[in-house]
DNA sequence: TTTATTTTTGTAATCGTTTCATTTTTATTT
DNA sequence: AAATAAAAATGAAACGATTACAAAAATAAA
């Protein structure tokens, strides 16, 4: 994924319909850039500095409108969170449940044909959650 | 799936080293024939009639507990609510975005070679979770 | 039956997320 | 630049699905 400069996220925005904010276009930046599917608290805590001042209110209304808008993804991860990825292309999330990191994996094709009896369904989204130990926890005990 | 009898049921209780009662039973049978993924609350209100006492945190209690022997499953849904799926084969979920019904969907074939990069993963269970409109919404608006 | 252990129960607590009214910011118009 | 109207940010309070807890009831063994 190339990087984005901050003038081509804010026309992602804007191109969204969306207006602008300080708050909101360093949320949208950190959440485009990051690989890590930060959590609410998450952003709040890395952004509260370098804004001076921010609610975690204005985090999570922030993060649904970017995904009711289609610009980023929220994740159902099971431990208790709410996860957010900007990246919406098709891919995994691999969950290791020793460490609790979240991982991404690439799709090999189109899922539509990797179902069956799935002909009058018409799918829009997906979300693959898999769990398991990744390789870092998979070698040590850690 | 075939229909299951009751000391069917006991016995995969017990094969699983589960002490049973009178609530156990009722909660298993009902999670393991039932093919609408129920939440708990679900699970409570058709059968506390049936059991004429119990409580929603025995409910919640159990099913956490057959989560942990593996004998059902636990699906983070997107709308608030855990739900509860007896079938613990692989096969995806589809949420259904107008009535919110989910259905199963069958996969064809095992999940490990649909991902690039995946090597080093121990993939030990998947979630598929997919979005959209099922054959009835997309025919009409209801 | 007696006993020890486990399970059920109902209430209270938890905590991630949302609601709400107010203050502040934004973008447009004078 | 200043004035204005609309939208966004704020933080305290509410929400609600789930969990923790201690007491009561049920289970299984002797």
New binding site residues.
Partial sequence: MKKLTRAELKNELQNAG???????LAIYEFVRMSKAHP???VVYEALREE??????????????LYTDAGLILTLNIDD???HYDGDTSLHAHFRCSSCGAIHDLAVKSDYSNWFEGSDGFAITEAQLYLKGLCPKCKSCKN
């Fill in positions: 969306i207006r602008l904010s300080v708050q909101r959590t609410a608290e804004l001076g001042s921010l609610s975690l209110t204005t985090v999570y209304n922030t993060l649904k208790g969170f709410l």
